[in-house]
């Protein structure tokens, strides 16, 4: 059978050809398809042939309609139609891909499939890029509108106490800081959270001495608790050595957690922590740092949401156990630093947390310098505050006019200001925020670091503000800042700071 003969038949089955006129009335057709009569309407076909009609009249380019699903006679078919005009006489082409599009149809639904849930995947991470942005930012803006009224309020009831005060009053101030100092808490446990959330957050790997780290922090809370009907006594394991390397900011970060949670939940009792080395003997200690309480205790169905964020435990209608993130925060850091929480706990018996922690050993501590107290490193020290709020130039004021300081201070309300005192007198340190009126604290530094005197490029820089994000302490650093002071802090804190400057 020849070439023609074989694409001939197959053709034969698969196309129909009809000649109408421009009324849509059937002349011709040969029946490949189905059987038509001549002298019908192209319209008792189907419905679709509507469509077609309007357009025969005025009929001049080749009209196609892919992939029509028709049903003629019993049969359902998808069929390409094409209308197409030749010298005056109008011709349908319809050619069945029934069994085309039939076989086509899954992959191409697969395909649709796979488009779709492509694009909503990558919708869904712009959004959640969005929201963690918008996050990010609302938490700056936050931190930044609490800290400021934050600091002046603790910075001036630090400045009453020292005053003459009657019992009645020293016990209101003293209910001030602790509320003032709350909030502070919680101001840096959601910057924590951000942090760590967002890979800001870094360990350091430093020496340090384990035993100081215990002993003050059991120290801090013997003294703030010691009105409580708890006793807080703590054991460090003979195997245990003291000088380590890592980060303990974070470990003092994760006790103090651990042992405000413990005081949190318990009303009377016991609470004890110990420390003990899992690998005695060698270069990496793996250390157990056990807080165990005689609390109201967990009950099983809660333990799974303890370290969920801003989640609080409810316990027979008694105050909620924790503020929800602090326990997030103590799992968050212990598994930066390699290590992990566990915790067991029984409803009215108590809680026993149990945070394990990698750190490196080390045969000699090094030394580190300190100041005494009272040495008058800050006698005679001219301090220049850049300072355009009120409130804020008054507690400098008080804060420097008190008896813990020698210093001679002056403010400047603006950056032309603080250019023109620059320029008459000289200063031993400047204390600037990130935002004054006329200039960017960032822009200041910049000024002060690139002025052609050395006596005022070299002065040294603190930034106090209560923009507290990581990346702006870094940026502040990076513009040529001394030092980074994050609100609220305290007069012993900045005169500290200013001491080793």
């Known amino acids: ?31 490949s398809l189905f059987v038509v009569d001549n002298g019908t309407s192209i319209v008792d076909l189907h419905p679709f042939f509507y469509t077609i009609t309007p357009e025969l009249e005025n009929l001049e380019k080749a009209i196609s309609y892919p992939c029509v699903n028709v049903e003629i006679g019993k049969e359902e078919k998808i069929i390409d139609i094409e209308v197409k005009k030749i010298d005056t006489e109008i011709f349908i082409t319809i050619i069945d891909f029934t069994q085309h599009y039939q076989d086509s149809h899954p992959l191409v639904q697969e395909k649709n499939e796979a488009s779709i849930a492509k694009n909503k995947l990558a ?9 963690e942005d918008f996050k990010n930012s609302f938490l700056a803006h936050l931190n930044h509108e609490i800290r400021n009224p934050l600091n002046s309020l603790l910075g001036f009831t630090e400045v009453l106490s020292k005053t003459n005060l009657t019992f009645q009053q020293k016990e209101t ?41 215990v002993v003050n922090i059991v120290k801090h809370f013997q003294i703030k608790q010691k009105d ?59 250390l157990n740092f056990i807080i165990k309480d005689t609390g109201k205790g967990i009950s099983s169905k809660n333990l799974d ?44 018996e108590g809680s026993e947390f149990c945070v394990e922690i990698p750190f490196k050993t080390r045969e000699k501590a090094s030394k580190k310098k300190t100041v005494a107290k009272g040495s008058g490193l800050l006698l005679s020290k001219r301090i220049l505050a850049v300072e355009d709020d009120q409130i804020s130039q008054m507690l400098l004021m008080k804060q420097f006019l008190s008896d813990d ?67 702006e302490q870094e940026e502040a650093l990076a513009a040529g800042a001394s030092a980074f002071l994050k609100k609220p802090y305290t007069q012993k804190e900045l005169f500290k700071l200013l001491e080793k400057l």
């Open 1 to 31: 059978m020849s070439l023609s003969n074989i694409k001939s038949n197959f053709l034969k089955n698969k196309i129909q050809v009809l000649q109408i006129d421009t009324e849509g009335t059937i002349l011709e057709s040969d029946n």
């Open 405 to 471: 300081s020698s210093c001679y201070l002056e403010i400047a309300a603006d950056g032309a200001q603080t250019k023109d005192l620059l320029e008459k007198k000289q200063y031993s340190a400047i204390i600037l925020k990130r935002k004054i009126k006329d200039i960017s604290g960032l822009e200041l530094i910049e000024y002060i670091r690139n002025h052609p005197n050395p006596k005022i490029s070299e002065i040294p820089i603190i930034v106090a503000t209560g923009m507290a994000m990581i990346e």
């Open 305 to 348: 949401k303890l370290f969920d964020s801003y989640v609080q435990l409810e316990v027979e209608k008694i105050k909620p156990l924790g503020q929800g993130l602090g326990l997030k925060i103590v799992q968050d850091l212990a598994q930066l630093m390699g290590g992990e929480v566990s915790v067991k706990s029984e409803l009215n």
């Open 228 to 286: 409580s009907n708890i006793e807080l006594s703590y054991e460090i394991g003979k195997k245990v050595p003291a000088k380590l390397f890592g980060d303990p900011t974070r470990l003092n970060q994760i006790l103090y957690n651990l042992l405000h949670n413990a005081y949190h939940n318990t009303e009377e009792g016991t609470i004890v922590v110990k420390v003990v080395n899992k690998t005695p003997g060698e270069s990496t200690a793996l």
């Open 123 to 131: 919708f869904e991470r712009e959004l959640l890029f969005a929201k």
């Open 173 to 213: 101030v003293n209910v001030i800081t602790k509320t003032g100092t709350h909030i502070k808490v919680l101001m840096d446990d959601l910057l924590d959270i951000s942090n760590i959330e967002t890979g800001i957050l870094t360990i350091k790997n430093i020496p340090f001495n384990l035993n100081n780290i």
